[in-house]
């Protein structure tokens, strides 16, 4: 899975490279206004963002084979992070951020290939990909919460959307049993999305592909499908045109999805 964790880490470095210049342009003020994550300050999505970084790379580079590198203690950076004025937590976001990033570019093909992540919250460590890909997950829905306090008309990134989509069928699959909620509704439904389905019974998955098994359809964008996926698709920040039909409704589908 060579390629995908190569296009993941593309879109890491598209995502720090945007974030960063917006950054550079905020007035100090303006770090303390509201984000897409309603409980959460601009600094604050950038805070966890930069803490994520930190830990990510530790957790990586302790997987590179013949690395010494140190096991983080996640608590105690999440804690230095939370004591950090807006400011540091906005300037530290941009540095950690692009060390995890850098680190990542430089991997080797063989080292992208053959390595294993232990993520510790899962039995067994996993594939360089699937730890991209969580990590990718969060880069691009924080990603969108700070932009979207910026502009409400803001959008995830198309590229993302698809790598996350792709990243969903496979390894990163298990993310969904955990934030979907397939017992808030009361039938199964097979949601068909731009060249995926959406399938909810007694779990929550994205296949590839479509089959004759369809029972409703999601007409819109695939970002908007992905940031539904992540619960960041409210009606205020439902892109016009965007609707689902079938027997199940888009209200209905916000409900499995509360968000994280």
């Known amino acids: ?76 950076i999440w804690d230095r992070w939370n004591a950090a004025s807006p400011q540091e937590q906005a300037t530290w976001f941009v540095e950690h951020d692009e060390d995890l ?10 080292q992208r290939e053959s390595m294993k992540v232990s993520l510790g919250f899962l039995p067994e460590p996993v ?35 698809a ?32 060249g995926y389905e959406l399938v909810i019974d007694d779990a929550v998955r994205v296949v590839r592909g479509t089959s004759e098994g369809e029972t409703a359809r999601f007409s819109g964008p695939l970002e908007s499908a992905i940031r539904l996926l992540s619960g960041r698709l409210d009606p205020e920040h439902t892109p016009a045109g965007v609707e689902v039909t079938g027997n199940v409704t888009l209200d209905e589908l916000r409900e499995v999805f509360p968000g994280y």
């Open 1 to 76: 899975m060579t390629e995908l964790a190569d296009r993941s880490i593309v879109a890491l470095r598209a995502h720090h490279d945007e974030l960063a210049k917006v950054v550079s342009a905020l007035a100090p003020e303006a770090l303390h206004g509201p984000s897409g994550a309603v409980e959460w300050t601009l600094a604050q999505v950038l805070s966890h963002l930069g803490s994520g970084a930190e830990i990510t790379r530790a957790t990586i580079s302790a997987s590179i084979p013949g690395t010494t590198a140190a096991e983080a203690d996640n608590q105690s």
């Open 101 to 110: 990033v850098a680190m990542l570019e430089a991997l080797s093909p063989q």
């Open 127 to 161: 594939s360089l990909d699937v730890a991209l890909g969580m990590r990718l997950n969060e880069v691009a829905a924080h990603a969108w919460d700070v932009l979207v306090g910026l502009d409400p008309e803001a959008r995830m990134s198309e590229e993302s959307a």
């Open 163 to 194: 790598l996350l989509a792709e990243h969903f069928t496979g390894g990163l699959g298990f993310l969904l049993g955990f934030s979907g909620k397939a017992d808030r509704l009361s039938q199964q439904a097979i949601v068909a999305l731009d």
